[in-house]
């Protein structure tokens, strides 16, 4: 592989560790403050399902969308040039973690960061959202 072809891995790759490392300092910033749902009284009661709840919690903070073109490729960073990660097919529902601007897709320039099995990108081009917009990465 050349260097050209290896560049936006490693990008990529880097992205990824800086996000999984800012993850656990992120876990009661504003973005999930503003949650309807975490602050709704939506909670059990303490003593019942308490790690069940977090879980629910940290779900409740990541954006939904539906992939809405035929057949998505969905990419090892926020460009075309991207490794495929894995195809997502119309109607997927996908957990969105943050939004980043990328390479332009028919003059839509955001990605988002998908969290469903594997961290990809996919064009916002493709996705509709559910309900509230994702953070920026």
């Known amino acids: ?71 998505l490729a969905l990419r090892s960073a926020p460009n075309r040039g991207g490794q495929i990660i894995r195809w997502a097919e119309r109607g997927e529902v996908v957990s969105i973690f943050c939004r980043t601007n990328g390479q332009s897709v028919q003059g839509n320039r955001q990605w988002y960061l998908l969290t469903d099995g594997t961290w990809a990108w996919g064009s916002a081009r493709y996705i509709r959202t559910l309900g509230s917009a994702p953070r920026w990465c």
Do not use: F, K, Y
């Open 1 to 71: 592989m050349s260097l050209r072809s290896r560049l936006p891995i490693a990008v990529a790759a880097c992205a990824l560790a800086v996000t999984a490392l800012a993850t656990p300092a992120a876990a009661g910033d504003e973005w999930g403050d503003d949650d309807p749902q975490s602050s709704s009284g939506n909670h059990q009661d303490q003593g019942q399902g308490q790690g069940q709840n977090q879980g629910q919690n940290q779900n409740s903070r990541l954006a939904r969308g539906v992939v809405t073109a035929s057949s």
